[in-house]
Every structure is written in structure tokens, then in C-alpha cells.
């Protein structure tokens, strides 16, 4: 499985941004589809993550009603619409991808895209 994101950049506070994830490969396998970020000095965090038909997600406390997590399995892309964006979103954003059985749980990574929001 191949990750590649797209749509980070500069924005103010308050805005908004979309970022997208572009899947290949063995996609078919993929359980699970989440958006991580690590902004300098701080361990990688879950933001939001999607179960594969998209019927279920989860997010991090702190972007919870700001964030909306979804997928196009037929475009094979992940999106994370991002609003009312605050300075301490700022990071590196990641696209992960995994695959969990019964003895197994996989993740790929895209290369991540940078989103930096200033005051």
C-alpha cells in the first residue's frame, strides 16, 4: 500500500484547510484509515481515523467538532476537512493505512504534509 498526501500549507487562525491522502496498491486489504500529526518535540498523535466502509469514526479530543474525517473508496482517497484551525494544530500531518486480522496489525505511511497555522 502506497499513501500520498496533498493540501498542507500556511493558513491564519480560524481558517481552513482540506487535506487529501491518495491510495494505491493492495488497498483492497485496508481495514482502517486514519490522519496522525507530530508537531516538533511531540510523539505522533491519532487525529481521526475511519473504519473501511466509512461507517464508523473516531477523533482526538482536541479537534473534535473542528475536523471531518472521510473517505471515497471508489477514488481510493481519504480527506480530512480541517476548520476553525488553532496555532497548536500546527504539524506534520501523516495518512496511515492499516491492516488488522486476528495475528497481524500493519500500518503504512504516507510521507506527510505540513500545515502550519499562525496567530
Known amino acids: 500500500v502506497q499513501l500520498v498526501e496533498s493540501g498542507g500549507g500556511l493558513v491564519q487562525a480560524g481558517g481552513s484547510l482540506r487535506l487529501s491522502c491518495a491510495a494505491s496498491?493492495?488497498?483492497?486489504?485496508?481495514?482502517?484509515m486514519g490522519w496522525y500529526r507530530q508537531a516538533p518535540g511531540k510523539q505522533r498523535e491519532l487525529v481521526a481515523a475511519?473504519?473501511?466502509?466509512?461507517?464508523?469514526?473516531n477523533y482526538a479530543d482536541s479537534v473534535r467538532g473542528r475536523f471531518t474525517i472521510s473517505r471515497d473508496n471508489a477514488k481510493n482517497m481519504m480527506y480530512l476537512q480541517m476548520n476553525s484551525l488553532k496555532p497548536e494544530d500546527t504539524a506534520v500531518y501523516y495518512c496511515?493505512?492499516?491492516?488488522?486480522?486476528?495475528?497481524?496489525?500493519?500500518?503504512?505511511w504516507g510521507q506527510g504534509t505540513q500545515v502550519t497555522v499562525s496567530s
Open positions: 496498491g493492495s488497498t483492497f486489504s485496508i481495514n482502517v
Open positions: 496511515n493505512a492499516r491492516r488488522v486480522g486476528p495475528l497481524y496489525d500493519y500500518h503504512y
Open positions: 475511519i473504519t473501511s466502509g466509512g461507517g464508523s469514526t
